[in-house]
């Protein structure tokens, strides 16, 4: 089964930047569209970002365009979600997520696949 590990979160003020990998292990991500989502407490968990799995096609959330960019690093087996200009709304836990359904969707329930999330959190 596809196991997935995010990694880079952490505590930055607002206005730095982060930049969040996901990797994998024993498969490779390159089957799989990857979509990054947060979850702030009290509130749904809800889609940041998605990508293809032939990385021809990215979505944004309309909060984090301009500022945020999804890529995949094919050699490394990795989707990363580079974000700048971070604002204190965007505290929240970060997950990465992955299906083989060829779509780039921000709807949690159509992936298959969670990591165990990391936190970002952007102080003012």
């Known amino acids: 089964q596809l196991q997935l590990v995010e990694s880079g979160g952490g505590l930055v003020q607002s206005g730095e930047s982060l930049r969040l990998s996901c990797a994998a292990s024993?498969?490779?991500?390159?089957?799989?569209?990857i979509g990054w989502f947060r979850q702030a407490p009290g509130k749904e968990r809800e889609g940041v970002s998605c990508?293809?799995?032939?990385?021809?096609?990215?979505y944004y959330k309309d909060s984090v365009k301009g500022r945020f960019t999804i890529s995949r690093d094919n050699a490394k087996n990795t989707v990363s979600l580079q974000m700048n200009s971070l604002k204190p709304e965007d505290t929240a836990v970060y997950f990465c997520?992955?299906?083989?359904?060829?779509?780039?969707?921000?709807?949690?329930?159509?992936?298959?696949?969670w990591g165990q999330g990391t936190q970002v959190t952007v102080s003012s």
């Open positions: 997520a992955a299906t083989r359904a060829y779509r780039c969707s921000l709807i949690p329930e159509l992936y298959d696949y």
């Open positions: 024993r498969f490779t991500l390159n089957s799989y569209s």
């Open positions: 990508i293809l799995s032939s990385g021809i096609t990215t």
